[in-house]
């Protein structure tokens, strides 16, 4: 079966720190695109960060730049996303995507399922 599958979500404390991790199964995520996007409720699907496929390069939504790091690690077929001085207004689900493409495209195969953000004091 192929999916991704997202995890590291949770509670934290506004400045706190939360590492997600988006893992394939079934497929090489080496050789695709990845992004991370996050839904609060009411409000549309936000772009937040997306790595090409060799990670050589990367880019971020304006409100989380300087603030989160999208990495990968082909060995372990797993995307991250590091979120530190989350705020409030990060609190969301995040998901992961990822086209079969060399760099961020916009156009995603496969989506994950979700995993909470939820930043309160």
């Known amino acids: 079966q192929l999916q991704l599958v997202e995890s590291g979500g949770g509670l934290v404390h506004p400045g706190g720190s939360l590492r997600l991790s988006c893992a394939a199964s079934?497929?090489?995520?080496?050789?695709?695109?990845v992004a991370w996007f996050r839904q609060a409720p009411g409000t549309e699907r936000e772009g937040v960060s997306c790595?090409?496929?060799?990670?050589?390069?990367?880019n971020y939504a304006d409100s989380v730049k300087g603030r989160y790091t999208i990495s990968r690690d082909n060995a372990k077929n797993t995307v991250y996303l590091q979120m530190n001085s989350l705020k409030p207004e990060d609190t969301a689900v995040y998901y992961c995507?990822?086209?079969?493409?060399?760099?961020?495209?916009?156009?995603?195969?496969?989506w994950g399922q979700g995993t909470q953000v939820t930043v309160s004091s």
């Open positions: 790595i090409s496929m060799s990670g050589g390069s990367t």
């Open positions: 079934g497929f090489t995520l080496e050789y695709y695109a």
């Open positions: 995507a990822a086209g079969p493409y060399s760099h961020c495209s916009g156009r995603y195969d496969y």
